[in-house]
Every structure is written in structure tokens, then in C-alpha cells.
């Protein structure tokens, strides 16, 4: 065998982990190495570069920088803002329901349009507009002409209708 | 199995303590690893951070079909070629190669106590590792610094096997003469005469091989 094709034998050699070859074959290396001087000088090269690289001391990680590391990425930044979307998105079809029954409700409201305050069917009254003899408004229970009729004639000008005591 | 499975199922639900755990675990190869590719502390925690970052936010695409720790190396690889790339853009070699051999010799000056030694001669391998080209340096760094298995760079370089072993043979022998300050001079055997490429051959068969 050339000394190339014992290129995988001689770096296990200069690793020392020539146990991990087939007895047979690391006898073949063994006998190769002894009587090839490149091998020899091949195994020096790899292994004293080996041995510096494993010796190689770690460099000290900066002061704080798991803890940087961490808040870029933990809940309190990112995932919160993926959840807040989540989150968002999923109210979507309830947001959008609301919103449809409100549109429904006010429709609603504005085809009946009644008087909304007591103020407002007293003058609908007083200008002859047709009014339910009876109404309950705004907490007013059975809102009458003559409650209505006391509030218009207590009015003083220019100030809104108010009612009166109407017992 | 990988150990790091549970905590990485964790993590992937945006468990805090999880993604805390796992970086604690991995932060001193990570910006080893990033500090050989770099020769530079400052970038080495750029790329390190970037790293994690990148690994945490597409963690939902870990399917444990690699380690944890490998699935790392390999985000690492491909922000270290984005990184070159900016570096390549913003100064020349020779500016950078400056900065790291100024480092060096001024640790060399101090001769103080071990732990300068041990930065001096991390300063000294880390320069060497620089001028390596990066499909050299890489499975190297991978191997002798970081321990991987040839196999496992494999899985990570995602290059066959015997391509691996040939790069990092070929790497080692670019090293040697650059380490003469730190490993002495080599033997005078036949084939080392001329002091540049003695030795067995480089392999040229292995590229490609699995």
C-alpha cells in the first residue's frame, strides 16, 4: 500500500486511537510506520497540531451574555409578540361578530327611532307630533300627555324642557 | 438520544428556562467556536448571539433528526460565511491579520503567568487558524477545537467523510510550520528538508470519497 492510503490509519495514530483499528490492520500500519520515514514525519505534523488544537484553552465568554442572549429570544420579546398575534388572530371572528350584531342592533334602533329622552317627547308633543300615550324612557315609566304637558308649561325660555312635579 | 431533546421540546413552546438552559449550556463552544473563525472577541460575540438568535427563532424547524448540538454548529457555519462575507466587504485581510498579531505580541511581551501563556497560545493558534481558507479551517476547527467526530462533520459540513479527513490532514499541514514559536521546529526527517511541504503527499483521492 502507498502512504496516501494510509491516510485514514496515520490521523487515528496521531489522535491516538489506533485501538479502534482491526488488529490486523493496525499490525500492517505498525509495520508501514516502522520503515517509512514520511509516514513518520506525516504522524509528528498531525499530531503535534492535534495536540495544540485540543490544548487550545477556551476563551472566557463576555460578562452577560447568556442573559442577552436569553431576553432576545425568551417570551418577554419575540414570543410574546407572536402570541399577542396569535392571539389577535384568533379573536378575529369574534371581534368581526360583534361588530356585525352592533351594525344589526343600531340599524335596528334607527328604523324604530322613539324618543330617546323625555325632553325630546315632550316637544314632539308640543309641536303636535304623534306620540304613544304611553312610554317607558330613560327609567320614565308610563310617561303621560299630562306629565308631558307639566314639563312644557314649566319651561322657562330658551332653557330645555325639564319635567316637573307632576304628582 | 439526544440529552438536550426534552429541553429543546420545551424551548420550541417558548419556555424561558428551557432557551436559558441551552444557552447556558452552549455559550463557551459557541463563542469558542465563533472566536476561531473570527480571531476576534468582538465579532466572536456578534456571532455567537446570532447564532442562538437565529436557532431559537427557527426552533420550530428542529426535528431532532440531527444533536441539538450539531443543528448549533451547523446555523454557526452559515452565519460565520454570512459574517465573512460582511467582514470581506467592510475591511482588507491584511487589516485584520494586523489586529490579531498585534494582539499576540503584545501577550508575548508580557510573559507573565499562566493564564497568559494559555491566551498567548490561544492568541497564537487562532492566527494560525486565520490564514487557513475557510473549507480547510472549518472541519478542523470542527475536529481539533470543538471535538466533533468525523462523522458528525460530515453531517454538519454536509460533505462526505473521506473529504472531511483529506481537508483537515491538509489543514494540519498548513498549520505546522506556523506554530514553530509554539511547537518548536519539526524533525529534520526525509521529506521535511525544505521545511515547506515534506511529509507524506497531500491526498488528492480522498476529495469527493465517502
Known sequence: MSCEEWLSSLMQAAENNLDDLDPAERSRFEAHLARCARCQAGLEEQRAVWEALTARADAAVPPGFAARVVSEVTPGRWVDVLRWKTVTYRLVPVATGLLLFGLMTARNATDAAPPVGLTDLAEAWAFGDEVSPSFTVLGYEDVSGDVLLDVVLSAEPDEPLVRGDSS | ?210
Open chain 2, 1 to 210: 438520544m439526544d440529552a438536550d431533546l426534552a429541553l429543546v421540546e420545551a424551548a420550541q413552546t417558548g419556555d424561558a428556562d428551557a432557551i436559558n438552559t441551552l444557552v447556558r449550556r452552549y455559550e463557551t463552544r459557541m463563542f469558542n467556536f465563533a472566536r476561531t473563525l473570527t480571531a476576534s472577541d468582538g465579532d466572536a460575540e456578534d456571532l455567537a448571539q446570532e447564532t442562538f438568535i437565529r436557532a431559537f427563532r427557527g426552533l420550530r424547524r428542529f426535528r431532532g433528526e440531527s444533536s441539538f448540538k450539531n443543528w448549533l454548529y451547523r446555523i454557526a457555519v452559515n452565519v460565520g460565511r454570512t459574517h465573512r462575507g460582511k467582514r470581506a466587504r467592510q475591511a482588507p485581510v491584511w487589516e485584520r491579520r494586523l489586529e490579531a498579531e498585534e494582539v499576540s505580541e503584545h501577550h508575548l511581551a508580557s510573559q507573565a503567568d499562566d493564564l497568559e501563556q494559555s491566551v498567548m497560545h490561544r492568541q497564537a493558534l487562532d492566527r494560525a487558524l486565520s490564514t487557513l481558507s475557510e473549507d480547510l479551517r472549518t472541519p478542523l476547527i470542527l475536529h481539533d477545537v470543538e471535538g466533533l467526530e468525523y462523522r458528525e462533520i460530515a453531517k454538519v459540513l454536509e460533505i462526505p467523510i473521506g473529504t472531511i479527513m483529506s481537508r483537515i490532514f491538509r489543514a494540519r499541514r498548513r498549520m505546522r510550520p506556523l506554530l514553530v514559536d509554539l511547537l518548536g521546529p519539526r524533525d529534520a526527517t526525509p521529506g521535511n528538508e525544505s521545511g515547506g511541504t515534506g511529509g507524506l503527499a497531500e491526498p488528492v483521492t480522498a476529495e469527493g470519497s465517502s
